[in-house]
């Protein structure tokens, strides 16, 4: 144990001797000095090397391109991570707007959600929220200050949720009536008791859908119920470059009918992708209504699902000369004449093509009734598809009955 008292003796190899006897002959302030200072040094050395490491090395440009492609969306804490890496990694991250972007997370405590917004700069945001992730209690006021205060900086809106929460948000008074960075607008189960919508039902305010938004691409409502009528006057009219529309409603009171429907398809020439499950019905009138033609030249994939008579009336109304896939799930019933009337409307909408589109029809069950790669199991089907493909439907000629 004395040993260790003993005055040191290193090698004048590797420290100069007069030092050691410093070293040996300080006492605990004078020792506690000499660390601060070599670790002074030693930081400094440190940074110094790493400037040398190859990550160090890589313009900004790549940097930025890597912790892109590494950081998870909605995750702050990995941002954070690298940029005490070092203080090119600090730089870069904190005057990388897109990062803290991509980092935004409506989870978040409020304070340093606050922080990060101010990050992104004026950079268009993509807000995600999932009140089933609301993990914090943060997400709900944050996306409310969001909607109110920064709306107009929104390209992608994803907003999923059910329950009363869900009320503060969609009721949220914004303080704009344009969104012009929109492009994306995504709205599923929202649940909440809404004054606005008829019968006092639950569904999205219509100042919610009034918002213009003219570089709108993509609408996705599902399980919510809305206002057909604003959709027609307001959203649709304003949004031309709009191509892909999904409409899913759970409630059998808020589907539109087919008037209403194809009233919004008119306002929609650029629209390419299409999937209606469940959301339109054969109205009172529609089958006594002359409809105008509706021409979707650049539709190439439909999807719905309906009752066969109001899916015959809502093919007959349409012409879709690019259409390449065509997915419907009907509910045939007991009368044979439905089906005759269905497959009469699929002929409506594809007479003027000179390929049939890929059709895929079904029963309500998922049961198939028809599939265009299996024409051998459907002779007479064949014959009478073929047949109206190859004439040109004027308006006056009538169909053939189809016998499956």
């Given amino acids: ?229 604003i959709v027609h006057t307001r959203l649709a009219p304003c949004s031309p470059l709009l191509s892909s529309l999904f409409i899913r409603s759970f409630h059998i009171q808020s589907a539109a009918t087919v008037v209403q429907l194809l009233s919004v398809l008119e306002l929609l020439p650029n629209l390419k992708d299409l999937s209606l499950p469940n959301s339109f019905v054969s109205g009172e009138t529609d089958g006594n209504v002359p409809f105008r033609k509706v021409l979707l030249s650049q539709l190439t994939s439909l999807a719905f699902e309906s009752s066969t008579v109001a899916g015959a009336i809502f093919l007959a109304a349409l012409e879709l000369p690019s259409l390449a896939k065509l997915e419907a799930t009907v509910d045939v019933g007991q009368v044979s004449t439905n089906v005759r009337q269905f497959m009469e409307g699929v002929h409506l909408a594809t007479c003027k093509m000179a390929h049939l589109p890929l059709l895929h029809i079904c029963y309500g069950h998922r049961i198939l009734i028809f599939q265009s790669s299996h024409y051998h199991r459907f002779p007479r089907l064949q014959r009478h598809c073929q047949r109206c493909t190859a004439t040109e439907y004027t308006g006056s000629e009538s169909f053939p009955s189809i016998q499956l």
């Fill in 1 to 229: 144990m004395e040993s260790l008292y003993d005055t040191p003796t290193i090698s004048l190899a590797t420290l100069n001797e007069e030092f050691v006897w410093i070293v040996a002959a300080a006492d605990a302030e004078e020792l506690d000095q000499m660390l601060q200072v070599f670790h002074s040094v030693i930081v400094c050395v440190s940074q110094w090397r790493n400037t040398f490491a190859p990550a160090a090395c890589l313009p900004g440009d790549i940097l930025l391109l890597v912790f892109e492609h590494a950081l998870p969306d909605r995750d702050t804490h990995m941002l954070r991570s690298l940029s005490q890496v070092c203080r090119w990694w600090r730089s870069i991250i904190l005057h990388a707007p897109l990062l803290w972007r991509k980092a935004l997370n409506l989870a978040d405590r409020s304070a340093w959600f606050s922080e990060v917004l101010r990050r992104t700069c004026a950079v268009p945001l993509e807000v995600f929220f999932d009140v089933a992730e609301d993990y914090t209690g943060y997400a709900i006021p944050n996306l409310t200050a969001v909607m109110i205060d920064n709306l107009w900086r929104c390209a992608s809106l994803h907003i999923e949720g059910y329950g009363d929460d869900i009320e503060e948000i969609v009721s949220s008074r914004t303080r704009i009536d344009r969104v012009p960075l929109l492009r994306q607008l995504l709205i599923r189960n929202i649940s909440c008791s809404v004054p606005s919508t008829p019968d006092g039902e639950a569904g999205i305010p219509d100042s919610f859908l009034s918002v213009l938004a003219p570089q709108l691409t993509s609408l996705h409502l599902e399980g919510c119920t809305f206002n057909w009528d």
